[in-house]
Antibody, heavy 122, light 112 residues
Framework: QVQLVESGGGVVQPGRSLRLSCAASGFTFSSYGMHWVRQAPGKGLEWVAVISYDGSNKYYADSVKGRFTISRDNSKNTLYLQMNSLRAEDTAVYYC???????????????WGQGTLVTVSS | QSVLTQPPSVSAAPGQKVTISCSGSSSNIGNNYVSWYQQLPGTAPKLLIYENNKRPSGIPDRFSGSKSGTSATLGITGLQTGDEADYYCGTWDSSLSAGKGVFGGGTKLTVL
């Protein structure tokens, strides 16, 4: 069965960096686009970034563009999110999620991890 | 302010039918697929509908999706107390600069 396990969350000071990882199993990781979606406490879902199956295409939400970088290692079945210059408003649960298609778009996000909490606070 | 507009809340009695709307524009819903997600309290979202009206395996046919122009609708029939959750629509936004994913603000369903 599909499993997505996030790690790397925690408490970090404003302006610092953090890297999230997502270990994928149960499907052919290299054949699907992958997303990061976040949810601030008590708020709705916010799409963060997507990467195509081969890493050649990446797209970002305006709120993180230039600060966050999505990447993947298909040899390790792992998705990453490098987060720099963190702000208090980046505080959220970050979900790793599998796209239903190989390209970097949003036809449907069919599997989600359980999420990892990132808290940006001094 | 979300790019996609959903009603904050809807409610209906058990056994009844409810619809949840999702309004967008030509740059998003009008020219891209819509998907719908259910988020039960304290859990990760779950895909209910993809590519406007397709159900993943395991999703009962009580759940349906449709799209017309720049709006989409999620329908749920035979409401059960277990359907109480937050529901989100999502799609791609093909704006001028670069594409991006977008979600609606979410709709809280109460089964009275």
């Amino acid at each position: 069965q599909v499993q997505l396990v996030e790690s790397g969350g925690g408490v970090v000071q404003p302006g610092r960096s953090l890297r999230l990882s997502c270990a994928a199993s149960g499907f052919t990781f290299s054949s699907y686009g992958m997303h990061w979606v976040r949810q601030a406490p008590g708020k709705g879902l916010e799409w963060v970034a997507v990467i195509s199956y081969d890493g050649s295409n990446k797209y970002y939400a305006d709120s993180v563009k230039g600060r966050f970088t999505i990447s993947r290692d298909n040899s390790k079945n792992t998705l990453y999110l490098q987060m720099n210059s963190l702000r208090a408003e980046d505080t959220a649960v970050y979900y790793c999620a599998k796209g239903s298609h190989l390209v970097a778009t949003m036809r449907g996000i069919d599997y989600w991890g359980q999420g990892t909490l990132v808290t940006v606070s001094s | 302010q979300s790019v996609l507009t959903q009603p904050p809340s809807v409610s209906a009695a058990p056994g009844q039918k409810v619809t949840i709307s999702c309004s967008g524009s030509s740059s998003n819903i009008g020219n891209n697929y819509v998907s719908w997600y259910q988020q039960l309290p304290g859990t990760a979202p779950k895909l209910l509908i993809y590519e406007n009206n397709k159900r993943p395996s395991g999703i009962p046919d009580r759940f349906s999706g449709s799209k017309s122009g720049t709006s989409a609708t999620l329908g749920i029939t035979g409401l059960q107390t277990g359907d109480e959750a937050d529901y989100y629509c999502g799609t791609w936004d093909s704006s001028l600069s670069a594409g991006k994913g977008v979600f609606g603000g979410g709709t809280k369903l109460t089964v009275l």
